[in-house]
Structure formats: C-alpha cells, structure tokens
C-alpha cells in the first residue's frame, strides 16, 4: 500500500491504495489535462462511502469504458 497526502474540501487527509491503483489514477488525469488532484476532488464529490473504495471503482469503471469503446 501506498498512501498519499490530500487535501479534500479544505481538509487534510490521507489515502491508501496499492501503487498500481496510484499509477492508473496518475494515467486518467493526464489523459484529461488534469492534475490527479482535481481529478481526486471529482471522485470525492461525485463518490459515496469511503474515498479509497470510491477510487479504485472510478478507476475500474474507466477500464471498462475505454474497453466497451474499442
């Protein structure tokens, strides 16, 4: 696990996810011109439960968008 500094809606707080988790997410937010920061904010708002869980299903369900695409 890896875990990671943020800042979400003015808070501090930390985030683990398994590096290969970090590295997608890293890849999405290039692929939108987005820092993975703000993308982070969009699945913090956008996100029920806990935002590690929240992360890894955004990040899953992108992997079956672009694979149901080609």
Do not use: C, Y
């Amino acid at each position: 696990m890896k875990k990671r500094s943020l800042v979400i809606a003015g808070h501090a707080t930390s985030v683990s996810l398994e590096p290969e988790f970090w590295e997608a997410l890293d890849e999405i937010a290039r692929q939108r011109s987005l820092s993975t920061q703000a993308l982070i904010d969009k699945i913090d708002t956008d996100r029920t439960g806990n935002l590690a869980r929240a992360i890894r299903i955004f990040i899953l369900q992108n992997l079956r968008n672009s694979i149901s695409s080609s």
